[in-house]
């Protein structure tokens, strides 16, 4: 019987032959790693040591965790993560014959928490923001660029990092993502100011950024390198920092703002689920609670509080 630190590499190694993203496997690597740590320290060394009330005992322990970084307890999304991630593990240790009993179907998970984002830029904030780029010097054009990206077409920020020249049908107006999460490919419209920074970028930019090592990767840093996440995020908050603008996020922030005035537009809910990659339709649901046009057009015109001011005064 294996133990059950070579049972998560065999786990990992699984997902690894089933091509799924290297960001999937690090998060679950993360996760379970945790989950075999503690489960080692309390209740047994060996596959065959899990059992029903062990991982009861996981999921209670995760209400006092508290995150490494921050030192706060971690919240019910983050919990739920860590407790799917080991169901996904018991299930694979059930299929592959080393539990006799499917523990993940003995383990219920936590229901999603569907939050309000209630974060989205304003134009005048999208255009404070994208005017700070200009005392960056020519690599502002860069950033210019990636924040037109963001803003036109809600792209996520590990999205951005991967798109190559290719990547762009400038003539149909469409930007191709591949493999974005989930491993899948999607296509976007993209907006013309947004065509024209990127041509600017690519033709006047990129060629003094670009070196033996920079590929065909459409944006490059300072140093001719592949972006990575964390820069994107950090140039976003720099430039929403100088613009004095103190909403939460970056990227994301983009990407809430994107979907929010398309559907307070008007857009299709399923025409913004594609856009933005979303798998289940109920996660770009979220965002009709804050695409609230409409509903405060009908409410200024119907509701009698908006439309007989008088009655907040009572008569002498």
């Not at 695409?291 to 009698?304: E, I, N, Q, S």
Request: net charge positive; with cysteine.
């Amino acid at each position: 019987m294996p133990s059950l630190i070579q049972a998560l590499a065999s786990y990992l190694d699984h997902c690894r032959l089933e091509e799924q993203s290297l960001r999937t496997i690090e998060g679950k690597r993360h996760n379970l790693q945790l989950f075999v740590r503690w489960y080692i320290s309390k209740h047994g060394f060996n596959v065959c040591d899990l059992n029903k009330d062990g991982i009861l005992d996981f999921m209670r322990y995760l209400h006092e965790y508290r995150d490494p970084q921050t030192k706060r307890l971690i919240c019910r999304a983050t919990r739920r993560n860590k407790i799917t991630a080991v169901r996904i593990f018991c299930r694979y240790l059930f299929q592959s014959d080393h539990l006799a009993i499917n523990l993940s179907e003995k383990v219920k998970t936590p229901k999603a928490e569907r939050l309000i984002t209630q974060d989205i830029l304003q134009p005048e904030e999208v255009a404070a923001i994208a005017k700070q780029t200009i005392v960056t010097g020519e690599n502002g054009v860069r950033d210019c660029a990636i924040l037109a990206v963001f803003f036109s077409c809600g792209i996520r920020r590990n999205e951005i990092t991967t798109l190559t020249l290719k990547s762009i049908n400038y003539d149909a107006k469409l930007l191709f993502v591949r493999k974005g999460k989930g491993n899948k490919d999607r296509i976007i419209p993209i907006a013309e100011g947004a065509l024209e920074l990127i041509k600017r970028y690519k033709e006047d930019i990129r060629p003094q950024l670009v070196n033996y090592h920079s590929g065909d990767y459409l944006f490059l840093d300072n140093r001719g390198m592949q972006f990575n996440g964390g820069q994107v995020s950090s140039l976003i908050s720099k430039y929403k920092q100088r613009a004095g603008i103190s909403k939460r996020g970056a990227s994301n922030l983009y990407r809430h703002t994107t979907a929010t005035v398309m559907l307070d537009s008007g857009a299709d809910l399923l025409t913004v689920q594609k856009m933005l990659g979303h798998e289940d339709v109920s996660t770009t649901q979220v965002y009709t609670h804050i695409a609230v046009g409409k509903l405060r057009d009908d409410y200024v015109r119907t509701h009698p509080a908006a439309t007989l001011p008088s009655i907040y005064s009572p008569e002498p």
